[in-house]
């Protein structure tokens, strides 16, 4: 049975960064480091071998096996007629037997033997799920904590990681990251703590499973008797449904504590019970009380460009009123408000172009000069340019106007509006200091295309107005290279 929440879509402008360095790290340290399990195993199991435990432990792992797990006389000598190795290991990685040797009197009467399985156990302990996992009956915080990075296999890994994703992308915008995070290992560290205190096996727990758990307990905190949408999928039955969020509870709850009474696989059931009941606790209390903040325009779904597109809508409204003089003061505060929103630009830029309005115009192009590139920003840009060229433009034909056009017409690479542009600002007398430079960079892209006759005017040009600059040399030098 799998029942997961469908209630919000991706949204790649928040992006859960928490989320997916947790899914990073531990796919890092799966490939990373646990990838050399298989070598460390086969060290351990030679150094067994090499220190002669086998012949010695053998009969005493076969009768506490039978005592422990009370299996047959023809099972337990199917299990000391295992290939040496396999043997060595099933004997070497029963840390409940390793407990049970130790309080033997021979044991503790024979030094080499301690000696020898000092250093067996010593190669068996750099096994990441023996090194960092967590074995409830030996408790360490090492344990607890690293547990939650390491995993059994790859798809006891990209399982986590899945419910990870699904989970951590809402809670992440909902709680934010940091408390986020913070709850994350709370939980993690819970389901771990339950393990130790319900059942002190010797066995080594490794997974995030207790964690994620815990967010799926988080989850339903967080979205209370909010009535949210589920998918679910139950053997050849799967869809969708509606329900308050707190009712999945009992499901999932319910799901964890049947495994765990069937007992027939290798689940930590434990930790998942633990994970969800403190991630649930941590979020549900704090909220009951007032004492946790949840992001509420998230969970109603709010458009978090609703104030945005409001401003937008009044500043149209005045504009088809023709109450340009409000349109103009408000337009400069929306910039303010909202810097780099091509809509607003856009907008605005008609306004300032109808009342040739200096203030305005110049706050709009100081945004869109800065804006990054794309379709509409070049559009807009190159709008700019072939209205510049315009009779009767004379507020966009400004020389400072026409510097920042030609700079960023150079930049998209238009260097026939570049040349328009080149000339514009060339016939108006003021002339800055950096036009040599472009002068030099547009004379080059056009000498490409082999445009010689406007290489030649603005080599003259060049050579008239700034006859010592080093650009004017070098265009000189291009001009013979292109002659034929």
Not at 277 to 293: E, K
Not at 311 to 326: E, K, S, T, V, Y
Not at 356 to 371: C, G
Not at 472 to 478: A, D, E, K, M, S
Request: glycine share 8%; net charge positive.
């Amino acid at each position: 049975m799998i029942i997961v929440p469908a209630e919000h879509p991706l949204d790649w402008k928040k992006p859960p960064v928490v989320t997916l360095l947790l899914i990073v790290l531990n796919v890092l340290i799966y490939f990373g480091y646990q990838g050399g399990d298989t070598q460390r195993r086969e060290h351990a199991v030679d150094v067994y071998l090499a220190q002669s435990l086998l012949s010695r432990e053998r009969p005493l792992f076969s009768a506490s096996l039978q005592s422990r797990e009370r299996i047959e006389q023809g099972q337990r000598e199917a299990v000391e007629s295992l290939p040496r190795p396999q043997l060595a290991w099933a004997i070497l990685s029963d840390l409940e037997f390793g407990h049970e040797l130790r309080s033997l009197p021979a044991y503790q009467q024979d030094a080499a033997w301690q000696e020898a399985r000092a250093k067996a156990e010593s190669a068996r302990d750099r096994l990441s799920s023996l090194r960092f996992g967590f074995v409830p009956a030996r408790f360490t915080v090492e344990g607890l904590v690293g547990s939650m990075f390491l995993h059994g296999s790859f798809w006891h890994l990209a399982g986590n990681m899945v419910f990870l994703f699904v989970f951590g992308f809402a809670l992440e915008i909902a709680l934010g990251r940091w408390m986020y995070l913070g709850l994350y290992l709370l939980s993690g560290l819970c389901s771990g703590l339950l393990w130790w205190l319900l059942d002190p096996a010797w066995v080594p727990g490794v997974g995030a499973s207790g964690a994620i758990s815990g967010l799926m307990g988080m989850y339903i905190g967080v979205y209370g008797l909010r009535r949210i949408r589920f998918f679910y999928w139950l053997g050849p039955l799967l869809g969708y449904f509606s329900a308050p969020a707190l009712w999945i509870l009992p499901l999932w709850l319910g799901k964890e504590l049947f495994g765990l009474i069937r007992a027939a696989d290798h689940v930590n059931y434990y930790a998942h019970i633990g994970g969800l009941v403190s991630g649930f606790v941590a979020v549900w209390m704090p909220r009951h009380f007032g004492r946790l903040r949840v992001d509420r325009a998230y969970l109603d779904k709010e458009d978090p460009d609703a104030a945005f597109k409001r401003a937008l809508d009044g500043l149209n409204d005045q504009i088809g009123r023709f109450a340009l003089d409000q349109a103009a003061t408000r337009g400069c505060e929306l910039l303010t408000l909202y810097p780099g929103r091509l809509a607003l630009i856009e907008c605005l830029y008609n306004v300032a172009t109808a009342r040739q309005d200096r203030t305005l115009m110049s706050a709009v192009l100081k945004q869109l000069f800065a804006l990054p590139r794309s379709q509409e920003a070049d559009s807009l840009v190159s709008r700019l340019a072939d209205e510049s060229a315009a009779l009767g433009q004379r507020l966009l034909c400004h020389p400072a106007i026409q510097l920042h056009l030609l700079r960023k017409l150079l930049s998209l690479d238009d260097s026939a509006r570049a040349l328009g542009c080149w000339r514009r600002l060339a016939e108006s007398g003021q002339l800055p200091e950096q036009l040599p430079q472009l002068t030099l960079q547009l004379a080059k892209r056009l000498g490409a295309r082999r445009e010689n006759h406007a290489v030649a005017e603005m080599s003259r040009f060049l050579n008239r107005h700034f006859p010592g600059a080093e650009p004017t040399r070098q265009i000189t030098v291009y001009q013979q290279h292109l002659a034929p």
